[in-house]
């Protein structure tokens, strides 16, 4: 079953973040500290998946071409509104924290990384899910720590992730036939150094030192799949 290991960790991911809504209560200065932690933590993750490029050109290209079609998308408005819609759908639980950032920041984090690509693609070229469910446990600690800093709306972050590497993992089983295997290798590399950098704006903003429009490089993990198979013809 293709999809076995994206269910599994969009279930975590429920089960991480309904724990946290009991933790809810901590400390103001608890919760800051714990942030701080979480930040620092992603950005490690992020530079190390940064650094695995093996063709900076293919980076920086898909980077660029991906922020231009995401400020013209306005996708980091989209992404906040429809976390304000799920807010406003359930105003009673809302707290301090905007539903729009912990579903957003929730989401980023859960979405954007190598082993969501790499886990869907086992998942789908060779029914293996044991990638996808190892991070399924790692998201749902993350999903409950999330949760008792950002609110609620990181129950909804499930929703992305289930959406986005289900269709990786359905789209896998057919892939063979569209790239080869060592173009797909080189792809996935350049793919997830790409994911890193983005993962490490997004651990700046949670440090709160800068205010990057993440959702708006988004594209970019499209577009190195145009890029990429450009830069091997040409050198």
């Not at 290991?5 to 103001?28: M, W």
């Not at 709160?208 to 988004?218: A, M, P, Q």
Request: net charge negative.
């Amino acid at each position: 079953m293709a999809l076995l290991g994206t269910l599994v960790n969009g279930g975590c991911i429920v089960v991480g973040s309904l724990i946290g809504l009991f933790f809810a209560k901590i400390p103001e200065h608890f919760k800051e500290t714990v942030m701080h932690g979480i930040g620092l933590a992603v950005i490690l993750i992020g530079m190390q998946m940064a650094l695995s490029t093996e063709a900076i050109i293919v980076v920086l290209l898909s980077l660029l071409s991906g922020a231009v079609i995401g400020e013209m998308l306005h996708l980091e408005e989209g992404l906040n509104r429809l976390g304000e819609w799920i807010g406003n759908k359930f105003a009673s639980a809302k707290n301090d924290i905007s539903v729009s950032q912990g579903f957003v920041t929730a989401s980023l984090v859960f979405v954007i990384g190598a082993m969501s690509v790499v886990g869907a693609l086992d998942g789908g070229l060779r029914g293996n899910h044991e990638v996808l469910i190892t991070k399924g446990i790692i998201d749902g600690f993350v999903a409950l720590v999330l949760t008792t800093t950002l609110g609620f709306g990181v129950l909804f972050s499930v929703i992305p992730v289930v959406l986005y590497q289900g269709t990786i993992a359905l789209l896998a089983t057919q892939i063979d036939h569209w790239i080869p295997e060592q173009v797909l290798n080189g792809l996935i590399v350049e793919l997830t150094s790409i994911g890193g950098l983005i993962i490490v704006a997004i651990g700046l903003n949670l440090l709160n030192i800068t205010s990057i429009r993440v959702g708006n490089l988004l594209p970019s993990i499209l577009t190195v799949g145009l890029i990429y198979p450009i830069y091997l013809l040409v050198i």
